[in-house]
Nanobody, 124 residues
Framework: QVQLVESGGGLVQAGGSLRLSCVVS????????VGWFRQAPGKEREFVAA????????IYADSVKGRFTISRDNAKTTVYLQMNSLKPEDTAVYYC?????????????????WGQGTQVTVSS
């Protein structure tokens, strides 16, 4: 059984930074691609960023390019999302997800395992 646990969310002012962490346990972490998604109140879940098993390939939503950085530490079975220059529209519950494939994708339906989410609130 694969489990994902997110942490690092909180309340921050616009322009500030947060780093989210996602610890993956239960299977061979290094063979999984991992992604971050978010869901704001009243909106559908949307893709944020994803990273390949090796960390060599990353993809981002246009709305976060240049502000967010995804990375991973396979020794710690952890994926990070560094979020800088935060905006009020970044407010959402952030979820990490893992897929039994080495390559990342923007499609949420392609991910096999999901965490419970962590709340990020950006005040103006």
């Amino acid at each position: 059984q694969v489990q994902l646990v997110e942490s690092g969310g909180g309340l921050v002012q616009a322009g500030g930074s947060l780093r989210l962490s996602c610890v993956v346990s239960g299977r061979t972490f290094s063979s999984f691609a991992v992604g971050w998604f978010r869901q704001a109140p009243g909106k559908e879940r949307e893709f944020v960023a994803a990273i390949s098993w090796s960390g060599g390939r990353t993809i981002y939503a246009d709305s976060v390019k240049g502000r967010f950085t995804i990375s991973r530490d396979n020794a710690k079975t952890t994926v990070y999302l560094q979020m800088n220059s935060l905006k009020p529209e970044d407010t959402a519950v952030y979820y990490c997800a893992a897929r039994r494939d080495t390559m990342p994708t923007m499609r949420s339906s392609r991910y096999d395992y999901w965490g419970q989410g962590t709340q990020v609130t950006v005040s103006s």
